[in-house]
C-alpha cells in the first residue's frame, strides 16, 4: 500500500533522453512549441467571443497566467511517455527548472515534515558473549571436546554455554535467556550429545527417537548441529520438515533417527496421522524459540505425555523470554533452572534517540519496573530513518545498491517485509533492475562470474517450494554479498552467517520481533548493523523500544544518496532491457537516477 502511493506519487519523474535535451539545445524547440499553442488558445478563445474578457484581465494576468502555462508545458514535456504524469494531480508542482538548470523532482517535494528527533540516554541491558572457559573444563568425553574445538573450531565456551551446560547434565529441566546468536543451540546439544554416547546400553537407530528439538521454521537445522550429533556415529539424527515429501520421511522414521528435529506441525502430523513414529524413548525434549507456537507445544507435550512412561528432561530457550514463555513453561517444565545471562551482567547507558512526541519523558527514557528488558548484542549498531512514504522505496533501493554492490568489500544483507506478496514484488524489481538478471535462479557455482556486474538478490518467504526455500538458504549462506528479502519467516532462529545489514523495511509489530529479527547479525561476537525504516508518524516506536532499553540512533539519509552520486554512472538506465518488469516497477530506477542526477536538498 505505502509502496503504490510511493510509485503513483513518482510517475511524473522524468525520463532521461528528455532530461538530457532539456539540458541541451532543444529548449528553443520546446520554447517555440509554447508559444504557438499559447497563440492558438488565444485564438480559440477569441472565436468564443472571450475576447473582451481576456483583455480586461490587464497585463499582469497574463504574465501570471504565461508563467503557469511555462511551468505546465515544461512537466508534460518533462513527462513525455508517461501519460500518467500528465493525468496527475502533482504535474503541475512536479520538476521545477530555474537556476543553473537544477531540477527537483515530485518525489522528493511536497514531503511532510519529519518530526525532530532527539537524543536521549537508555541503559541498555548488556551480556558477555564469551565467558573465557573451554570446553575442557566440563564433564565431556574427549572426542566430542575435540570435535568441538578442532573440528568446529570453538575455543571458548559462551556465557549461556557455561551456565546451561552443567545445569542439564544434572537431568534437570531448565528455562534459557540468553542474547540471539549467542551459541544457545549448542546449550542444549552438547548435553544430549554426552548423555547419549555414555548409555550403559548403546543406543541403536532401531530404537528410535530419544531426543526431540523442535524449532519454529524449516530452516533453522544449524548445520553444526548435525555435525555436532554425527560426533558418534551411532547416534543417528534427522529432521522432519513442513514441505518435504512425507513418504521419504517415513521411510526415514522407519529406519531410525534417535535425534529428531522437527517443526511443530510437521511432527503432530507424523505423531497423529501416519502411525510410524513412537515416542516410548524420548528422554529429551528441546523447544527452541517457539513461543509463537506454544499451542502446539503443548499438544506435542501431551502426545509425550500419552506415550512417554517418564516425562522427559525438559528445555525451552529464547532471547526474548516474556511472561508469555513463563506461562508455557509452568505447563511444560517441571520444577525449572532458570538461566538468564543478563542477570549476570551489567548495564551500560547509551545513547537513543528519543522522539519528540508528548509522551516521551523529557529527560531520558524510563523502563517501568513491569517492563520486560531485552539484551542485544553489544557490537549490534542500530540506526532508524524517518522518512515520508514517497521517498522509502527510493532509500531502500539507493541503500541495497550502496551496501551490497558499491562498498568494498560488498555487504550481506536481510530485508524484512510485511507480506509473502511484498517479498515477491520487491525481489522481482531488484533483480531485474537493479541487479543481474538471472541472479535468482542462477547456479551458485555461476554467482562468482556476475558478482562485479550486479547485485545478488534472493527471496525467501513461507510460499514458497521446499525446494526453492532450501536453495535460498544454501546459496545465501555461501555468497559472500547480496540481498535476502524475507518475511519474518526468517526473523527466529535462523544462523545465516556473516550477516552485515538488517533492514526492517516495514517496522515489526512487538518488541520482540525487533529483537529477533536484529539478532540475525551481530552472531556469536561479529559485528553488526540494524535499519528500521519509520514514517513520520511512527517515530513513537523508537521510543518504545526505548523502554525496553533498546538504544537506536537516526541514519542520515543524505549517506545513502552521496554514495549513489559517486556511482551515477553506474546505476541502471530506464531505457535497457527491461522485459517482463511493469512501467510502474520502473519508477523505481527511475527515480534512484533522477534523484542522484538533480541536485536537491539532501545532496551533499
Ligand atoms: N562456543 C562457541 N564459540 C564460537 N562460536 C560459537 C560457539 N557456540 C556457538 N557459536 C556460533 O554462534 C552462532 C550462533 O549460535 P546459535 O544459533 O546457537 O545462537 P542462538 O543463541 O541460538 O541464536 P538465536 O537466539 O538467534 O536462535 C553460530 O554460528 C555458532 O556457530
Same mark, same amino acid.
Given at each position: 500500500?505505502?509502496?503504490?502511493?510511493?510509485?503513483?506519487?513518482?510517475?511524473?519523474?522524468? !525520463?532521461?533522453?528528455?532530461?538530457?535535451?532539456?539540458?541541451?539545445?532543444?529548449?528553443?524547440?520546446?520554447?517555440?512549441?509554447?508559444?504557438?499553442?499559447?497563440?492558438?488558445?488565444?485564438?480559440?478563445?477569441?472565436?468564443?467571443?472571450?475576447?473582451?474578457? /481576456?483583455?480586461?484581465?490587464?497585463?499582469?494576468?497574463?504574465?501570471?497566467?504565461?508563467?503557469?502555462?511555462?511551468?505546465?508545458?515544461?512537466?508534460?514535456?518533462?513527462?513525455?511517455?508517461?501519460?500518467?504524469?500528465?493525468?496527475?494531480?502533482?504535474?503541475?508542482?512536479?520538476?521545477?527548472?530555474?537556476?543553473?538548470?537544477?531540477?527537483?523532482?515530485?518525489?522528493?517535494?511536497?514531503?511532510?515534515?519529519?518530526?525532530?528527533?532527539?537524543?536521549?540516554?537508555?541503559?541498555?541491558?548488556?551480556?558477555?558473549? %564469551?565467558?573465557?572457559?573451554?570446553?575442557?573444563?566440563?564433564?565431556?568425553?574427549?572426542?566430542?571436546?575435540?570435535?568441538?574445538?578442532?573440528?568446529q573450531g570453538f575455543k571458548q565456551l559462551t556465557e549461556v554455554q557455561k551456565r546451561t551446560i552443567p545445569v542439564l547434565l544434572q537431568g534437570k529441566d531448565a528455562l534459557v535467556k540468553s542474547q540471539t546468536g549467542s551459541g544457545k543451540t549448542l546449550a542444549y546439544a552438547v548435553p544430549v550429545v554426552q548423555s547419549l554416547q555414555a548409555r550403559k546400553l548403546k543406543v541403536t537407530r532401531m530404537d528410535g527417537p530419544y531426543?526431540?528439538?523442535?524449532?519454529?521454521?524449516?530452516?533453522?537445522?544449524?548445520?553444526?548441529?548435525?555435525?555436532? %550429533?554425527?560426533?558418534?556415529?551411532?547416534?543417528?539424527?534427522?529432521?522432519?520438515?513442513?514441505?518435504?515429501?512425507?513418504?521419504?520421511?517415513?521411510?526415514?522414521?522407519?529406519?531410525?533417527?534417535?535425534?529428531?528435529?522437527?517443526?511443530?506441525?510437521?511432527?503432530?502430523?507424523?505423531?497423529?496421522?501416519?502411525?510410524?513414529?513412537?515416542?516410548?524413548?524420548?528422554?529429551?525434549?528441546?523447544?527452541?524459540?517457539?513461543?509463537?507456537?506454544?499451542?502446539?507445544?503443548?499438544?506435542?507435550?501431551?502426545?509425550?505425555?500419552?506415550?512417554?512412561?517418564?516425562? !522427559?528432561?525438559?528445555?525451552?530457550? /529464547?532471547?526474548?523470554?516474556?511472561?508469555?514463555?513463563?506461562?508455557?513453561?509452568?505447563?511444560?517444565?517441571?520444577? !525449572?533452572?532458570?538461566?538468564?545471562?543478563?542477570?549476570?551482567?551489567?548495564?551500560?547507558?547509551?545513547?537513543?534517540?528519543?522522539?519528540?512526541?508528548?509522551?516521551?519523558?523529557?529527560?531520558?527514557?524510563?523502563?517501568?519496573?513491569?517492563?520486560?528488558?531485552?539484551?542485544?548484542?553489544?557490537?549490534?549498531?542500530?540506526?532508524?530513518?524517518?522518512?515520508?512514504?514517497?521517498?522509502?522505496?527510493?532509500?531502500?533501493?539507493?541503500?541495497?545498491?550502496?551496501?551490497?554492490?558499491?562498498?568494498?568489500?560488498?555487504?550481506?544483507?536481510?530485508?524484512?517485509?510485511?507480506?509473502?506478496?511484498?517479498?515477491?514484488?520487491?525481489?522481482?524489481?531488484?533483480?531485474?533492475?537493479?541487479?543481474?538478471?538471472?541472479?535468482?535462479?542462477?547456479?551458485?557455482?555461476?554467482?562468482?562470474?556476475?558478482?562485479?556486474?550486479?547485485?545478488?538478490?534472493?527471496?525467501?518467504?513461507?510460499?514458497?517450494?521446499?525446494?526453492?526455500?532450501?536453495?535460498?538458504?544454501?546459496?545465501?549462506?555461501?555468497?559472500? /554479498?547480496?540481498?535476502?528479502?524475507?518475511?519474518?519467516?526468517?526473523?527466529?532462529?535462523?544462523d545465516l552467517p556473516h550477516v552485515d545489514w538488517i533492514v526492517q523495511y516495514t517496522s515489526p509489530g512487538a518488541t520482540v520481533d525487533y529483537i529477533h529479527r536484529v539478532g540475525r547479525t551481530a552472531r556469536a561476537g561479529s559485528l553488526g548493523h540494524s535499519l528500521l525504516f519509520l514514517m513520520p508518524s511512527e517515530v513513537g516506536y523508537v521510543t518504545e523500544l526505548n523502554r525496553y532499553r533498546i538504544s537506536l540512533t537516526?541514519?542520515?539519509?543524505?549517506?545513502?544518496?552521496?554514495?549513489?552520486?559517486?556511482?551515477?554512472?553506474?546505476? !541502471?538506465?530506464?531505457?535497457?532491457?527491461?522485459?517482463?518488469?511493469?512501467?510502474?516497477?520502473?519508477?523505481?530506477?527511475?527515480?534512484?537516477?533522477?534523484?542522484?542526477?538533480?541536485?536537491?536538498?539532501?545532496?551533499p
Open positions: 500500500m505505502a509502496d503504490d502511493l510511493g510509485l503513483n506519487l513518482s510517475l511524473n519523474l522524468i !525520463p532521461d533522453d528528455v532530461l538530457s535535451s532539456a539540458a541541451g539545445g532543444k529548449k528553443e524547440k520546446v520554447f517555440g512549441d509554447r508559444r504557438s499553442r499559447v497563440q492558438q488558445r488565444k485564438e480559440l478563445r477569441r472565436q468564443k467571443g472571450d475576447a473582451t474578457k /481576456s483583455d480586461s484581465l490587464g497585463e499582469n494576468r497574463s504574465r501570471e497566467k504565461r508563467k503557469h502555462e511555462d511551468d505546465s508545458d515544461n512537466d508534460a514535456e518533462s513527462s513525455v511517455g508517461n501519460k500518467a504524469a500528465r493525468t496527475d494531480s502533482n504535474h503541475k508542482t512536479g520538476a521545477k527548472k530555474g537556476k543553473g538548470s537544477v531540477v527537483i523532482s515530485s518525489l522528493f517535494r511536497k514531503n511532510p515534515e519529519v518530526p525532530v528527533v532527539s537524543n536521549a540516554e537508555v541503559a541498555t541491558l548488556q551480556e558477555n558473549v %564469551f565467558s573465557g572457559d573451554t570446553f575442557r573444563e566440563l564433564p565431556l568425553h574427549p572426542y566430542l571436546i575435540s570435535n568441538l574445538e578442532e573440528k531426543a526431540l528439538v523442535i524449532v519454529p521454521t524449516r530452516e533453522v537445522r544449524n548445520v553444526y548441529l548435525f555435525l555436532l %550429533f554425527q560426533s558418534f556415529v551411532w547416534i543417528v539424527s534427522g529432521c522432519l520438515m513442513g514441505g518435504e515429501k512425507r513418504k521419504a520421511e517415513k521411510s526415514r522414521l522407519r529406519k531410525g533417527i534417535n535425534v529428531l528435529v522437527a517443526t511443530p506441525g510437521r511432527l503432530m502430523d507424523h505423531i497423529n496421522t501416519t502411525g510410524v513414529l513412537s515416542l516410548a524413548r524420548v528422554r529429551w525434549l528441546t523447544s527452541d524459540e517457539l513461543y509463537p507456537m506454544q499451542k502446539d507445544v503443548a499438544l506435542i507435550m501431551n502426545a509425550l505425555k500419552a506415550q512417554c512412561p517418564d516425562p !522427559p528432561q525438559t528445555v525451552l530457550l /529464547s532471547a526474548t523470554l516474556s511472561q508469555g514463555v513463563e506461562r508455557l513453561s509452568s505447563i511444560t517444565l517441571s520444577n !525449572p533452572e532458570r538461566v538468564n545471562v543478563s542477570d549476570h551482567a551489567g548495564s551500560a547507558s547509551a545513547t537513543a534517540g528519543e522522539a519528540s512526541s508528548p509522551s516521551a519523558p523529557p529527560n531520558g527514557v524510563t523502563t517501568s519496573p513491569d517492563t520486560e528488558s531485552f539484551s542485544l548484542p553489544s557490537q549490534l549498531k542500530q540506526h532508524f530513518l524517518v522518512t515520508p512514504c514517497k521517498l522509502r522505496l527510493v532509500l531502500l533501493a539507493g541503500l541495497v545498491l550502496w551496501k551490497c554492490k558499491y562498498s568494498k568489500p560488498c555487504s550481506k544483507m536481510i530485508v524484512f517485509l510485511s507480506t509473502q506478496d511484498a517479498v515477491e514484488f520487491h525481489a522481482q524489481l531488484f533483480a531485474q533492475v537493479l541487479g543481474c538478471k538471472r541472479t535468482i535462479q542462477k547456479k551458485l557455482s555461476d554467482l562468482a562470474d556476475t558478482k562485479t556486474q550486479g547485485l545478488q538478490v534472493f527471496k525467501l518467504h513461507g510460499d514458497m517450494p521446499q525446494k526453492d526455500r532450501s536453495k535460498t538458504f544454501q546459496d545465501f549462506t555461501a555468497t559472500s /554479498s547480496g540481498v535476502l528479502l524475507c518475511t519474518d519467516v526468517a526473523a527466529r532462529g535462523l537516526q541514519f542520515d539519509q543524505s549517506k545513502i544518496l552521496r554514495c549513489l552520486l559517486q556511482n551515477i554512472s553506474d546505476l !541502471p538506465k530506464p531505457t535497457s532491457n527491461t522485459s517482463g518488469v511493469s512501467n510502474s516497477k520502473l519508477v523505481c530506477v527511475r527515480s534512484l537516477r533522477c534523484r542522484t542526477l538533480h541536485k536537491t536538498e539532501f545532496a
